[in-house]
């Protein structure tokens, strides 16, 4: 019944949209057993729900190998398994399946950047570095690959202590990931700047009255951890989640997808959202918390870019604690530049917007500490390297949650089995190590003008 069958998959979709996910597996299902064709593809798809949305990652795992078992050279089935298996640190295997792509296609440049991206620093070698090239140097080449491989380069010469042919592999990159969009829109400074202007103006105190809410007992309590992209706030939730009775959420949309449905336009909206659809709000987060860990005392919600949005976070639980990750400026925007972002934050791919949109977060920090002091937690990536044992009790103490038997260097890599679902995959799953606190130092000459630009701003 090819006509109800695509019928199902189309409604699938729909319910996904919906963020109705049960019913979407559902709907999948009766796609699957109604015939239709490629069944590869619906099995993705339900992969994707397990593991992006509802955290069951063996069950992503097992839709993802019933996908290659109807069709054992389905690349896109391939590349998600070898991205599952780097999400819960499984190099061995996801090596595999990426070699496996390599061989049924040895032009799927995105599974050789992705391959030499998780290599540890240690064992980047000159011939995986010269294969980049040669890619590279490949007429047909999409502007998307040549993206992903002139990141993999930059990381590669940057291990070998190549700093200038690894920042003139970074700005090829940068551009091509910019071309790579057709209508690519610039990042523009002064709407930020209005934006941080409306953020400010928008801000209500929190009343005194509200600061304790009721909330069923068995509802896991939020701690959100926000900041700039690579400023360690990955490494902080796994450090938490050492902590007994946390359990890592990563990076939740609940939030982002208020903002842009039911309160849009933000942030003017919020000053009418009544109290009694605030508590409903507050109410279907922790329920969403619970859906991830209903045993768990408190649950992480670690999305960098929650910093545009404390001031709605203290609206709906003003008894929120906010734990803010922050490092040395210059690393922090260099290192930003030397990650492949999504080309929707074009700020991202310049050095001095990076810069202007560092100083624009800081100042809209500085306001959020005074509307909310003792309610914000400075978590710095740089004395925590430096000190671990009391950096993490401070962070402990100021959450109000034990602190593991032991912090040691070591703890901050994830356990095994547990996802991690961020660009700094692998980096996360090592012992705290000091190589990137001050790394700007290697590329001197390249940041000065970063340098002038963010000078005055508290580092």
């Given at each position: 019944?090819?006509?109800?069958?695509?019928?199902?998959?189309?409604?699938?979709?729909?319910?996904?949209?919906?963020q109705?996910?049960?019913?979407?597996?559902?709907?999948?299902?009766k796609?699957?057993d109604a015939?239709?064709?490629?069944?590869?593809?619906?099995h993705?798809?339900?992969?994707?729900?397990?593991?992006?949305?509802?955290?069951q990652?063996?069950?992503?795992?097992?839709?993802?190998?019933?996908?290659?078992?109807?069709?054992?050279?389905?690349?896109?089935?391939?590349?998600?398994?070898?991205?599952?298996?780097?999400?819960?640190?499984?190099?061995?295997?996801?090596?595999?399946?990426?070699a496996?792509?390599?061989?049924?296609?040895?032009?799927c440049?995105e599974?050789?950047?992705?391959y030499?991206?998780?290599?540890?620093?240690?064992?980047?070698?000159?011939?995986?570095?010269?294969?980049?090239?040669?890619?590279?140097?490949d007429?047909?080449?999409?502007?998307?690959?040549?993206?992903?491989?002139?990141?993999?380069?930059?990381?590669?010469?940057?291990?070998?202590?190549?700093?200038?042919?690894?920042?003139?592999?970074?700005?090829?990159?940068?551009?091509a990931?910019?071309?790579?969009?057709?209508?690519?829109?610039?990042y523009?400074?002064?709407?930020q700047?209005?934006?941080?202007?409306?953020?400010?103006?928008?801000?209500?105190?929190?009343?005194?009255?509200?600061?304790?809410?009721e909330?069923?007992?068995?509802?896991?309590?939020?701690?959100?951890?926000?900041?700039?992209?690579r400023?360690?706030?990955?490494?902080?939730?796994?450090?938490?989640?050492?902590?007994?009775?946390?359990?890592?959420?990563?990076?939740?949309?609940?939030?982002?997808?208020l903002?842009?449905?039911?309160?849009?336009?933000?942030?003017?909206?919020?000053?009418?959202?009544?109290?009694?659809?605030?508590?409903?709000?507050?109410?279907?987060?922790?329920?969403a918390?619970?859906?991830?860990?209903?045993k768990?005392?408190h649950?992480?919600?670690?999305r960098p870019?929650?910093?545009?949005?404390?001031?709605?976070?203290?609206?709906?639980?003003?008894?929120?604690?906010?734990?803010?990750?922050?490092?040395?400026?210059?690393?922090?925007?260099?290192?930003?530049?030397?990650?492949?972002?999504?080309?929707?934050?074009?700020?991202?791919?310049?050095?001095?917007?990076?810069?202007?949109?560092?100083?624009?977060?800081?100042?809209?920090?500085?306001?959020?500490?005074?509307?909310?002091?003792?309610?914000?937690?400075?978590?710095?990536?740089?004395?925590?390297?430096?000190e671990?044992k009391?950096?993490?009790?401070s962070?402990?103490?100021?959450?109000?949650?034990?602190?593991?038997?032991?912090?040691?260097?070591?703890?901050?890599?994830?356990?095994?089995?547990?996802?991690?679902?961020?660009?700094?995959?692998?980096?996360?799953?090592?012992?705290?190590?000091?190589?990137?606190?001050?790394?700007a130092?290697?590329?001197?000459?390249?940041?000065?003008n970063?340098?002038?630009?963010?000078?005055?701003?508290?580092?």
């Amino acid at each position: 019944m090819p006509g109800v069958a695509d019928s199902l998959f189309n409604l699938a979709v729909q319910q996904k949209q919906a963020q109705q996910f049960e019913a979407a597996l559902d709907s999948y299902q009766k796609a699957l057993d109604a015939g239709i064709a490629r069944p590869e593809e619906v099995h993705l798809n339900r992969s994707v729900i397990y593991a992006d949305h509802l955290h069951q990652y063996a069950a992503a795992e097992h839709e993802l190998k019933l996908a290659l078992s109807a069709n054992p050279s389905f690349v896109p089935g391939l590349l998600n398994l070898a991205a599952l298996y780097e999400d819960l640190g499984d190099r061995a295997q996801a090596g595999a399946a990426y070699a496996r792509i390599m061989q049924l296609d040895p032009r799927c440049y995105e599974a050789l950047a992705r391959y030499a991206n998780m290599q540890p620093p240690a064992k980047a070698d000159a011939l995986l570095a010269a294969k980049l090239r040669s890619a590279l140097a490949d007429a047909g080449a999409s502007v998307a690959e040549r993206a992903s491989l002139g990141f993999a380069l930059g990381r590669l010469l940057d291990a070998a202590g190549e700093y200038t042919a690894a920042f003139v592999a970074y700005e090829a990159a940068n551009r091509a990931s910019r071309a790579g969009v057709p209508r690519f829109t610039p990042y523009d400074r002064a709407a930020q700047e209005r934006l941080v202007d409306r953020l400010i103006a928008s801000t209500e105190p929190v009343r005194s009255d509200a600061r304790i809410q009721e909330r069923p007992p068995s509802a896991p309590r939020p701690i959100f951890i926000c900041g700039m992209f690579r400023s360690g706030s990955t490494l902080a939730e796994q450090l938490l989640a050492h902590c007994p009775g946390v359990t890592p959420g990563g990076e939740l949309d609940f939030l982002p997808r208020l903002v842009a449905g039911e309160l849009a336009p933000f942030p003017e909206t919020l000053r009418t959202v009544p109290a009694g659809r605030r508590a409903e709000l507050a109410a279907q987060y922790r329920t969403a918390l619970s859906r991830i860990a209903p045993k768990a005392t408190h649950v992480t919600d670690k999305r960098p870019d929650n910093f545009l949005y404390i001031g709605l976070i203290k609206s709906l639980m003003p008894d929120a604690r906010i734990v803010h990750t922050l490092r040395n400026p210059l690393d922090n925007c260099l290192s930003i530049y030397f990650l492949h972002l999504d080309q929707s934050m074009s700020y991202a791919l310049d050095l001095i917007d990076i810069g202007h949109y560092y100083r624009q977060y800081r100042r809209l920090m500085a306001h959020w500490k005074k509307m909310f002091p003792g309610d914000i937690f400075d978590f710095d990536y740089d004395a925590l390297v430096r000190e671990p044992k009391s950096t993490m009790q401070s962070l402990c103490d100021f959450l109000n949650v034990d602190r593991p038997p032991e912090v040691l260097p070591a703890v901050a890599a994830a356990a095994p089995g547990r996802a991690v679902k961020t660009a700094s995959v692998w980096q996360v799953r090592e012992p705290l190590y000091r190589r990137s606190s001050g790394r700007a130092a290697n590329y001197a000459v390249e940041v000065s003008n970063l340098r002038d630009y963010l000078r005055g701003v508290p580092g």
